[in-house]
């Protein structure tokens, strides 16, 4: 059993940065591939960008180049910086841990984004 812990979203302006964290507790955090979804005001819930265990990343193309994914595998954490917020940005982040092979998925509760001047 993983649990997925988000913290770091809040209000930002237009073209500001913004730090999102996922802290999970539970073993072997190193094996999952890990993935930030987010889903805005009437809109499905999307990806954003993963990072598997091997460190290998991929990101929607509404955020290449602005925002990064990464993880620290010893603090059991996998970070988001996004920068350049735009308002479309605005949304429910949420951090996704899997391991298809052996059919495990877990979410956290979500940390609100908000973009507005």
Same mark, same amino acid.
């Given at each position: 059993?993983? $649990? ?18 996922? %802290? ?14 987010? $889903? ?5 819930? +999307? ?5 598997? =265990? ?7 193309? =509404? ?6 994914? =990464? ?9 988001? $910086? ?5 308002? +479309? ?7 996704? %841990? ?13 940390? $609100? ?5």
């Amino acid at each position: 059993q993983v $649990q997925l812990v988000e913290s770091g979203g809040g209000l930002v302006q237009p073209g500001g940065s913004l730090r999102l964290s996922c %802290a999970a507790s539970g073993r072997l955090f190193n094996i999952y591939t890990m993935s930030w979804y987010r $889903q805005g005001p009437g809109k499905q819930r +999307e990806l954003v960008a993963r990072i598997t =265990s091997g460190s290998s990343t991929n990101y929607a193309d =509404s955020v290449k180049g602005r925002f990064t994914i =990464s993880r620290d595998n010893a603090k059991n954490t996998v970070y988001l $910086q996004m920068n350049s917020l735009k308002p +479309e940005d605005t949304a429910v982040y949420y951090c996704n %841990a899997e391991k298809t092979n052996w059919n495990l998925n877990y979410w956290g509760q979500g940390t $609100q984004v908000t973009v507005s001047s």
